[in-house]
């Protein structure tokens, strides 16, 4: 397997990431996607706990549609990556992340450790994205019980 392919999937899964920690506009993290209609965001989780858990995502306006719902519950400092894998062989990247994520209509949040799973196309684009992150703490937060079980006050 050419060095260079393992070298251009870790650049382009760094540029994605990049994107988030950065916090780039959305259109700028969605263009790292590719337009093809079976592209996929899921992030794993039971989907009774979240509206952005435990359901496929398809398609351009699918994975638009995850990162709106996703917005529209959850904002996240101090994001970071690191110990990223490549498999040049399936196009994959895995990649450790570490974020304070906070509910915004709780306002309770936690520390969290997340991991993505990336498949690219030829062309460098994302064409299946898989999270798995803390979705219990996202669910204790986004009902108000974070801080109690932690024996914080409100």
């Known amino acids: 397997m050419p060095h260079h392919k393992r070298v251009e999937l870790l650049e382009a899964a760094t540029a994605f ?13 969605l263009s790292h996607f590719s337009s093809s209609p079976d ?7 039971l989907k009774e706990l979240a509206p952005f858990l435990g359901r496929e ?7 638009r549609e995850y990162f709106g719902t996703v917005s529209s519950c959850l904002t996240y400092e101090d994001m970071r990556f690191a110990d990223y894998v490549v498999d040049a ?13 906070t509910w915004t209509a709780t306002g309770e949040g936690w520390d969290e450790v997340f991991a993505y ?13 898989e999270i ?3 979705s219990g703490a996202a669910y204790l937060a986004s009902k108000g ?4 079980l932690r024996g914080e006050s409100a």
């Open 117 to 129: 799973a990336l498949k690219f196309d030829e062309q460098r684009k994302v064409v299946s994205y």
């Open 145 to 148: 019980w974070l801080k109690g």
């Open 57 to 63: 995502f398809r398609g351009p306006e699918g994975v």
């Open 17 to 29: 990431c990049d994107s988030f920690a950065q916090k780039k506009p959305s259109d700028e993290i």
């Open 89 to 101: 062989v399936e196009n994959r990247v895995a990649v450790r992340g570490t974020a304070r994520f």
């Open 39 to 45: 592209v996929l965001a899921y992030e794993h989780g």
């Open 132 to 134: 798995w992150a803390d």
